[in-house]
């Protein structure tokens, strides 16, 4: 545990300093976001944060290479390498855009192209988390692999909507997955996959607090593509080395919650995404219903109509952090603890996660009808 927070360290460190040179490159190159009729910023911002958070996750990387501890994961495999490169296009792929605004095609070829390179490297579904079942054909191995990481980057690009949303939802989520995935290297003698993934989410979470202070509102710069792309290619990465590669009914006997280990692989990933999959999925049918692309902007997403509610921009993201921890954190516990205690746990903060998201709102209306003073029938 104490190599994986050294590592972290490292990664926010390098993130955080990093972020002034990439500020001054955006505004050098004209790398800033102007004030939209969809945007929620109130003044120009420089973007390519993601930039400083591939800096911050290469350093950690590369500081562990040179760690004993984790040198089964370097030697067994190129699997961190190619995360690592893989990682590096995408957010290159993602500057482009925060420079020139690709087209979503080509966007997508990229993306694909990212994840082709985590399946060459060894990073891909070789069994569906439900009884272990091994996907037989390798071409259809490549093909689910590639569709994951292309669904997880652009949930976390969909998300990216408020200051700090997407650098804090998934420092949350990849924090929760990390503690499943340190449970089965440590308890379960899985350590080549799950010491593969701990590495990945260790970094990540990294470079995801170390832009936070910079991007936490009012934000001084904003991740842009080359930085949401990023965060969902590692995330993607790390939820697979484990996923899809270890047989989750060897966890069947450990402990009491271990009841649920089957699907433990499966529903942690869709927790922790749940409400970037949700925002992705409602703008995609929006759209699509609409007759637009499913890349069109609009202010149809999770954090606009919270909004709308009547909730602070700083309220609304903090409220969205609570909804994926809550969902999380709560997954990743069925790992260590029985279920019923789980279950009344995760009821009881979804119910205080809803009253954050209703009350507020309802308290501010009505003080605002009492400041316009009674209303009058006829």
């Known amino acids: 545990m104490r190599v994986h927070l050294l590592l972290c360290a490292i990664a926010a460190i ?57 040198s089964p994961v370097f030697s067994s495999s190129h699997a961190v390498w190619g995360v690592l490169g893989a ?56 093909v689910v692999s590639i569709v994951v990481v292309v669904a997880a980057i652009n949930a976390i690009n969909f998300v990216d909507g408020l200051d700090g949303l997407a650098a804090g939802i998934t420092a949350i989520g990849c924090g929760a997955f990390f503690v499943y995935s340190y449970f089965l290297s440590r308890e379960m003698g899985m350590a080549d996959y799950a010491s593969l993934s701990t590495l990945l989410l260790a970094v990540t979470v990294g470079a995801c607090l170390g832009f936070l202070p910079h991007n936490f509102h009012p934000a001084s710069i904003f991740m842009g593509d080359s930085g949401s792309m990023l965060l969902g290619l590692m995330f993607a990465a790390a939820t697979i080395a484990v996923t899809g590669q270890v047989d989750p009914g060897a966890a069947g006997d450990i402990t009491q919650g271990q009841a649920w280990g089957a699907f433990l692989p499966i529903l942690l990933p869709f927790a922790v995404l749940a409400l970037p999959l949700l925002d992705m999925l409602m703008a995609i049918s929006r759209r699509m219903r609409a007759g637009l692309s499913p890349f069109h902007a609009d202010r149809m997403h999770l954090h606009h109509r919270l909004l709308r509610l009547g909730h602070t921009h700083r309220r609304a993201v903090v409220i969205m952090y609570c909804w994926t921890a809550v969902l999380a954190f709560g997954a990743a516990a069925l790992a260590v603890l029985p279920a019923r205690q789980v279950g ?18 309802h308290l501010g209306e009505r003080s605002r009808q009492r400041a316009r003073g009674p209303s009058h029938r006829i």
Do not use: N
């Open 87 to 142: 990682a590096a296009l995408v957010c290159l792929l993602g500057a482009a855009d925060d420079w020139f605004d690709l087209s979503w095609w080509t966007k997508l070829a990229g993306q694909a192209l990212a994840a082709g390179i985590l399946a060459w490297q060894g990073v891909q579904l070789v069994t569906f988390p439900i009884a272990g079942l091994t996907i037989v054909s390798s071409r259809l191995s490549l």
């Open 344 to 361: 009344i746990g995760v009821g009881v903060g979804l119910v205080l996660a809803f009253v954050l998201t209703v009350v507020p709102s």
């Open 14 to 70: 390098v993130t955080y300093l990093a972020v002034w040179p990439v500020r001054r490159l955006a505004t050098w190159t004209g790398a800033i976001t102007p004030v939209r009729p969809r945007d929620v910023h109130d003044r120009p911002t420089p973007r390519l944060g993601g930039l400083a958070m591939v800096l911050g996750i290469a350093a950690g990387l590369g500081v562990a290479s040179q760690l004993s501890f984790l």
